[in-house]
């Protein structure tokens, strides 16, 4: 069995449910049938379009995002699936901050919900810096089902990395 790194800090009866989809072979068909669509994000401007959606909505009175971009390079990082940074300059005798969030490419092919839980995760950080209870209430505040579209995104991370074939959706 391959080692469930994307799941450290669940409970043993979760990973031992995971391990059994594993073994059965129906990890990735467990999660096409929970997803079966993708989302029509595919470039930098229907990912502005969709953040500032979703931004707007929720977050109004946020800071506004300078820049929003696909980064190919957050493929390799394990850790990294979406960026939120704030870059300060000096400008005359005041501190300006231009806020970027960056989302991993390898969400151009992910499942609707997944992207939007990367891209509530990351506007979420306009408001609350730190993962604090208020951060993951202002995330369930956008996005009800974020706990579970965080978990499952866990699920399909770990079925990529298996290299699982799977449906376009999923693929």
């Given at each position: 069995m391959p080692p469930l790194k994307y799941?450290?800090?669940?409970?043993?009866?979760?990973?031992?449910?995971?391990?059994?989809?594993?073994?059965?072979?129906?990890?990735?068909?467990h999660l096409s049938e929970r997803y079966p669509e993708s989302h029509t994000v595919r470039n930098e401007a229907a990912l502005i379009d969709y953040v500032q959606s979703i931004k707007?909505?929720?977050?109004?009175?946020?800071?506004?995002?300078?820049?929003?971009?696909?980064?190919?390079?957050m493929q390799q990082l394990q850790q990294t699936l979406g960026t939120h940074t704030a870059i300060s300059r000096v400008q005359g005798g005041r501190l300006k901050a231009k806020r970027e969030i960056r989302i991993a490419s390898v969400f151009k092919d992910a499942p609707a919900p997944f992207l939007k839980m990367i891209?509530?995760?990351?506007?979420?950080?306009?408001?609350?810096?730190?993962?604090?209870?208020?951060?993951?209430?202002?995330?369930?505040?956008m996005e009800p089902e974020y706990h579970q579209f965080e978990?499952?995104?866990?699920?399909w991370l770990m079925a990529t990395a298996m290299g699982v074939e799977s449906s376009p959706a999923l693929s």
């Amino acid at each position: 069995m391959p080692p469930l790194k994307y799941l450290t800090g669940y409970s043993p009866d979760v990973l031992a449910r995971v391990q059994a989809l594993i073994g059965a072979g129906r990890l990735n068909s467990h999660l096409s049938e929970r997803y079966p669509e993708s989302h029509t994000v595919r470039n930098e401007a229907a990912l502005i379009d969709y953040v500032q959606s979703i931004k707007s909505r929720y977050l109004r009175s946020a800071p506004p995002v300078a820049k929003i971009a696909w980064d190919p390079r957050m493929q390799q990082l394990q850790q990294t699936l979406g960026t939120h940074t704030a870059i300060s300059r000096v400008q005359g005798g005041r501190l300006k901050a231009k806020r970027e969030i960056r989302i991993a490419s390898v969400f151009k092919d992910a499942p609707a919900p997944f992207l939007k839980m990367i891209v509530v995760h990351e506007l979420a950080h306009l408001k609350e810096r730190a993962h604090d209870k208020a951060f993951y209430a202002l995330c369930v505040h956008m996005e009800p089902e974020y706990h579970q579209f965080e978990f499952d995104t866990r699920l399909w991370l770990m079925a990529t990395a298996m290299g699982v074939e799977s449906s376009p959706a999923l693929s």
